[in-house]
């Protein structure tokens, strides 16, 4: 278009139609891409947080499970086993947040309250607060190499692995076999429980390994 400007022909470049839609056509595109970015980082979130709570909750299953066994221990399932070896497992599958509480103030407390009445009041000590008691001594003496290293680590993982494995060979041989130990009444019980120790080691190192 020409235009007269101080006596002299001036030309304006007019916008075409084609302008126009080439340039919603790119900001169509970006806005694609970043819907699509979008959507892909929510995807991994959500992937992400569905891990580390399955994580979390298979960890409280695996820490119910050892207290559901050493809770048999002490009433109907009484065998040769080495069962103190949950006391170590329970300690290496707690929570975060309960392994925190128990290792700060209230656990100190709880030990020493422990301490006492097993030192000067042995009789008001009764015996099947030996394993909880030895679980809080563990918790709040721990050097931290083991507490916030090991126990969070691939090594801490195995060793419940061993735990649950050890435990369960155990079973089965004073089960009289696999088929006993899943057959007899208290067999079954038993059974389920020291299965539920695998879960949390074995989801964990698959993760660590993938």
Request: aromatic share 12%.
């Amino acid at each position: 278009m020409e235009r007269i400007v101080g006596g002299k022909p001036s030309y304006l470049k007019m916008r075409t139609d084609s302008d126009a839609g080439a340039a919603s056509e790119l900001i169509g595109s970006d806005l694609k891409d970043v819907g699509a970015a979008m959507k892909k980082l929510a995807n991994h979130a959500v992937k992400l947080g569905g891990l580390g709570f399955g994580t979390s909750f298979l960890k409280w299953v695996a820490c119910f499970a050892a207290i559901y066994l050493l809770i048999l221990d002490r009433t109907n399932w009484k065998t040769n086993m080495l069962t103190s070896l949950l006391i170590p497992y329970i300690y290496f599958s707690l929570p975060t947040w309960l392994f925190g509480i128990l290792s700060g103030e209230i656990g100190k407390w709880i030990a020493f309250v422990a301490v006492v009445l097993r030192l000067f009041f042995p009789k008001h000590f009764p015996d099947w607060l030996e394993m909880p008691g030895s679980l809080i001594l563990l918790v709040v003496t721990a050097p931290s190499l083991l507490a916030y290293t090991i126990r969070g680590g691939i090594i801490g993982l195995f060793i419940c692995l061993a735990i649950g494995c050890y435990l369960l060979q155990e079973h089965i041989r004073a089960s009289g076999g696999f088929r006993n130990s899943f057959t007899k009444s208290n067999g079954i019980s038993n059974s389920i429980g020291i299965l539920l120790l695998f879960v949390y080691p074995v989801w964990a190192l698959v993760l660590a390994i993938l």
